[in-house]
């Protein structure tokens, strides 16, 4: 949180300066506001964030042209907001408005379009239409793997978010598969202490646990277990999510 609020103060000092000497319609203000909205977001005050999001917008629709990428960029981050509030529907308008503009404006393998196509499957995963999120994300995917090195983080993330979803479907073997490609980059990808790591231990154990495999599923768990206490506080809530689920797995052996 300490952070957080040296951000903010910092972002609002350059705010007063940028209010003081710029027109009111000036893009660098935009990007002011729009750096303190990505702060409140951080800081899941979503009414906030919305406020400081929606000032930036309408600089950008005024100064920018409609198929300007920093305007897709804008939408991307209300639709953000509206998802994170859970209000489903209103993200997908925003993060479709978005992708329109990304289609037109940007290469068909840019980095960008991916993102819009992972942001709108993660809406209609959080709805619960898993064949619409894989489309999505399959679209991800296919992007990311052309437009970005092998072992990228990001390439892991779009294999966890297809497994996430055939995770949700019960799917556990078919999640597997996708866990463990996003294993085998964030290894690479990542210090072998980063709480990212822990996260695809835990998915791997978890799909094991699903599949009725315990003996396969704890030793994942215990690796996400010890990472999860070198790198988060020790009273930090997927520590004691992640003992419970240990206990589970030595119950069930």
Request: with cysteine.
């Amino acid at each position: 949180m300490g952070n957080y609020s040296k951000a903010l103060e910092f972002y609002e000092e350059a705010q007063k300066i940028y209010e003081k000497a710029l027109p009111p319609n000036h893009p660098d203000l935009a990007s002011c506001y729009g750096k303190n909205g990505v702060v409140y977001n951080a800081m899941r005050d979503y009414s906030k964030a919305l406020e400081f999001y929606k000032k930036s917008h309408k600089i950008y629709e005024k100064a920018l042209p409609p198929n300007h990428p920093d305007l897709a960029t804008s939408y991307s981050n209300i639709g953000q907001v509206h998802n994170n509030m859970g209000d489903y529907s209103k993200a997908l308008e925003f993060y479709e408005k978005a992708l329109k503009i990304r289609e037109k404006a940007l290469p068909p393998n840019h980095p960008d379009l991916a993102t819009s196509y992972g942001n709108i499957g993660q809406v209609y995963k959080n709805m619960g239409d898993y064949s619409k999120a894989l489309e999505l994300y399959e679209k991800d995917l296919a992007i990311t793997k052309k437009a970005l090195p092998p072992n990228h983080p990001d390439l892991a993330t779009s294999y966890n978010n297809i497994g996430q979803v055939y995770k949700d479907m019960g799917d556990y073997s078919k999640a597997l598969e996708f866990y463990e490609k996003d294993l085998e980059i964030t290894k690479i990808a990542l210090p072998p202490n980063h709480p990212d790591l822990a996260t695809s231990y835990n998915n791997i154990g978890m799909a094991h646990y699903g599949m009725n495999n315990y003996s396969k599923a704890l030793p994942f768990l215990e690796n996400a277990l010890s990472i999860r206490r070198k790198s988060l506080p020790s009273t930090h809530s997927l520590i004691q999510t992640t003992i419970d689920n240990i206990d589970h797995v030595k119950k069930k052996m």
